[in-house]
């Protein structure tokens, strides 16, 4: 091998092992694949009205037998302001649809398409999570309530798409942390520590 490229290798082994470089392997907890599950929420809120338009995407970080449902979409409409429709994936594979009321009307937002993210919750989980963050969920893995978000950035003038990951307890268990994490490039973009 040309010495070159062996310090190139070397170098870059030893910075992925500093940096927390993991794989799917070393989480402390599953994740649904939004990307993966994201046509059947769509075909779903296609059959409430064919120009719905993904508002935001979640799906929870699952321990042990958890029963929680694997992902959700929260779909919006031009043509319907009156309401919006949630879409929940159960992990047998039913999905559970529920109209939901807005008294005021809808506020109609810019989408979310595929082409807004290249990350899927695995991998913006991977890069959110730190020591702490892989200790938390680890030491309350039958106490954890966490969760991510796929949705628009509203406070930043782009609007980027991001992952809100957020590190909780259940019932009255605090909030831990809460990572924002842009969907295209992986850049932890802000850390909240509670």
Known sequence: ????????VCTFAI??????C????DLPVSVGSVRENLPALEQAAALWQ??????????RLLSG????WVASGTFQSPSENSESLLVLLEQDGSITTERVSHASGVNQVRPITELDWK???????QRALTEEGRDFLEENADSQCSFMYLERDVPVSTETVVWRV???????????????????SGEILRRKIY
């Open 1 to 8: 091998m040309n010495p070159r490229r062996l310090v190139g």
């Open 15 to 20: 910075l992925a092992s500093l940096t927390g």
């Open 22 to 25: 993991a794989d799917a392997a």
């Open 50 to 59: 064919q120009d719905a338009y993904l508002v935001f995407a979640e799906t």
């Open 65 to 68: 037998d958890s029963s929680r």
């Open 119 to 125: 990350l899927d919750a695995e991998e913006a989980l």
């Open 166 to 184: 957020t590190l909780t307890g259940c019932l009255l268990d605090p909030t831990f942390q809460t990572i924002i994490v842009d969907a295209t």
